[in-house]
């Protein structure tokens, strides 16, 4: 079995010392936010090429570190349009360019609603999603939505309606089960990723790993793989019975805790 992590959680570098480091932990493959990850070179919208591309992704191939999963982390519901325009281009560039990386999938969560008006929200995410849905198709790409608390896509009921509603075979899923987890649902964690892959585990393109726990006040609170109460046995269950051998990246992974949570996350894929 195999493991991943946000190429950022080994902190920001070089693209070269980047693929380095990460290989040095014995990853196999990494989720690439460009803009949160790499320092030498300008990834902003517009100076993405094919050159670039294949220079990063050469890089990391050298190191036996493969990069399935851009991660283009946008706030599709903005309500300045030049900025929301901006944020669908970026992630567009994104798709365009994927595969010379050597990703096929990229991955986004979906906004913070701000104001109150969850019409008004809802039409500005399925618009930018119509329009990376399409840019997708294009080019043979996976678009990867990703529930997340508090965002207008917060439960796995809201994903799999938007996914009913943008009726694209290159829309897939994340699955994050500690995102689906609040302070007030958590006790119900096992129904909770029960119902998530019942409605969208045909759809998972990669899933990312973290855990939660309670702080000494009883705040909920996210934490490394392995160091919390998320019941891992029946995560790898449900993944292997919706999708075997999926990609499974780590987060917040980061150091003195990296080697803990992938050696956790490798004996619980067995």
């Given at each position: 079995?195999?493991?991943g992590i946000l190429a950022h959680n080994v902190g920001p570098q070089p693209f070269a010392q980047l693929a380095a480091k990460v290989a040095s932990y014995r990853f196999n493959y990494v989720q690439l936010a460009l803009s949160k990850a790499i320092t030498d070179v300008d990834c902003s919208l517009g100076k993405l090429s094919p050159g670039l591309a294949n220079?990063?992704?050469e890089a990391f191939d050298k190191q036996g570190v493969g990069i399935p999963v851009l991660g283009c982390y946008m706030d599709l519901i903005e309500l300045d349009d030049a900025k929301w325009r901006h944020n669908v281009d970026r992630f567009k560039e994104?798709?365009?360019y994927a595969r010379q990386f050597g990703a096929s999938i990229v991955a986004t969560e979906?906004?913070?609603p701000v104001i109150d008006d969850h019409d008004r929200n809802w039409r500005r995410l399925r618009s930018a999603v119509e329009e990376m849905a399409e840019e997708a198709e294009k080019f043979g790409i996976m678009v990867g939505l990703e529930v997340?608390?508090?965002h207008i896509i917060g439960t796995a009921g809201a994903l799999a309606q938007l996914i009913d509603e943008v009726p694209s075979s290159n829309i897939g899923v994340v699955m994050d089960p500690c995102n689906l987890m609040t302070q007030e649902n958590y006790e119900q964690q096992h129904e909770i990723m029960q119902e998530a892959f019942r409605l969208l585990g045909n759809r998972v393109v990669s899933a990312h790993s973290k855990d939660i726990k309670l702080d000494a006040n009883g705040i909920l609170q996210v934490v490394s793989s392995g160091q919390g109460i998320l019941n891992y046995p029946m995560f790898?269950?449900?993944l292997n019975q919706y999708k075997p051998l999926s990609y499974v990246t780590l987060e917040n992974a980061q150091e003195p805790y990296t080697s803990d949570a992938r050696d956790f996350v490798l004996k619980q894929r067995g």
């Open positions: 079995m195999s493991v220079a990063i992704g994104h798709l365009r979906t906004g913070v997340a608390s508090r790898i269950e449900l």
